[in-house]
Nanobody
Framework: QVQLVESGGGLVQAGGSLRLSCAAS????????MRWYRQAPGKQREWVAV???????VYVESVKGRFTIFRDNAKNTVYLQMNSLKPEDTAVYYC?????????WGQGTQVTVSS
């Protein structure tokens, strides 16, 4: 079994920054892709960013140039550096990892951006 623990969410003013972390533990052999999603109130969960095992990154258009996803394979941890935050970035952020053919989800961390 694999457990994901997220941290780093909080309340920030528009234009500010936050860094989210997601640490995986348990029966981990190798993690393929690592992703961040978010879900705003009343909306469907939205994919935000992905990083492959090789380090290739892709972002949803709305966060390009502001968010950076990176990973520390030695720590089985994925991060999301969020800069120039906007009120529309307010959501619960979830990490997702794919390992040994299975997807695992974090519990979510709230990010609130005030105007």
């Amino acid at each position: 079994q694999v457990q994901l623990v997220e941290s780093g969410g909080g309340l920030v003013q528009a234009g500010g920054s936050l860094r989210l972390s997601c640490a995986a533990s348990g029966s981990i052999f190798r993690i393929d892709t690592m992703r961040w999603y978010r879900q705003a109130p009343g909306k469907q969960r939205e994919w935000v960013a992905v990083i492959t095992e090789a380090g290739t990154t892709v972002y949803v258009e709305s966060v390009k140039g502001r968010f950076t996803i990176f990973r520390d394979n030695a720590k089985n941890t994925v991060y999301l550096q969020m800069n120039s935050l906007k009120p529309e970035d307010t959501a619960v952020y979830y990490c997702n990892i794919h390992t040994l053919g299975t997807n695992y989800w974090g519990q979510g961390t709230q990010v609130t951006v005030s105007s």
